[in-house]
């Protein structure tokens, strides 16, 4: 009997690890103090770059945030978000694969889901951002607001289902937003409020 237990378990835990447990998009308390600790510092990182220094998912760190510097909700929300951003105007894409940073400058251009496959198409123009996104493999997504040793980082960044960055949509940095470009931000930040959160 006893070996038959110590099978039983063996065998559990074997399926366990080939399923692969799905990692948590959520800080746990003493993520949120290691979080909070290092934005009790002058000047805050962005959460990308807060994730790479304490070894922790973007998600994690956005999440330990959460308040005025961070809102954030599931990936379910990618279609209403994304078409707040086409409001914006001007505005940066940043792209980070591989440690390689890509910065893509312009409007957001619009997109709709294909009608043959998961991807949701951006209508690109000639010239600019576009290409093929996969919202259901969005684990979260996050307005950010957070006062860097760059400026003011107000944008919103989208996370995979292991909660690292894809890509994150900002307002042009180095220079003061407008009026304008502050109230799209609000707006979009709105919209994300407005849903269910990423973490309760």
């Known amino acids: 009997m006893r070996h038959y237990t ?10 366990q690890a080939s399923a692969g447990e799905v990692p948590s998009l959520c800080a746990n308390a003493e993520q949120s103090a290691s979080v909070r600790a290092l934005y009790a510092t002058s000047p805050a990182p962005p959460t990308f770059m807060a ?3 304490l070894g922790m998912s973007e998600a994690i760190v956005a999440s330990a945030l959460a308040g005025k510097q961070t809102v954030g909700t599931s990936g379910a929300g990618f279609a209403e978000i994304w078409a ?5 105007g001007k505005s940066t894409v940043v792209i980070q694969k591989g440690g390689q940073v890509f910065e893509v400058h312009g409007p957001v251009p619009a997109g709709a ?15 600019g951002l576009g290409g093929h ?12 607001d957070i ?3 760059q400026g003011p980082v107000r944008g ?9 960055g894809l890509f994150g949509v900002y307002l042009p940095e180095g220079v003061e937003p407008t009026p304008e470009q502050l109230a799209r931000f609000e707006k979009t930040r709105a919209v994300i409020n407005s849903m269910a959160r990423a973490c309760n």
């Open 147 to 149: 006062v860097s040793a």
């Open 84 to 88: 707040s951003l086409g409001d914006w």
């Open 133 to 144: 996104l996969r919202p259901d493999l969005m684990g979260a997504i996050y307005a950010v």
């Open 51 to 53: 994730a790479r220094k």
């Open 113 to 127: 889901p294909s009608t043959k496959s998961q991807f949701f198409n951006l209508e690109a123009e000639v010239a």
């Open 6 to 15: 110590l099978a039983a378990n063996l065998l559990f835990l074997a399926c």
């Open 156 to 164: 919103v960044t989208f996370l995979d289902a292991a909660g690292d």
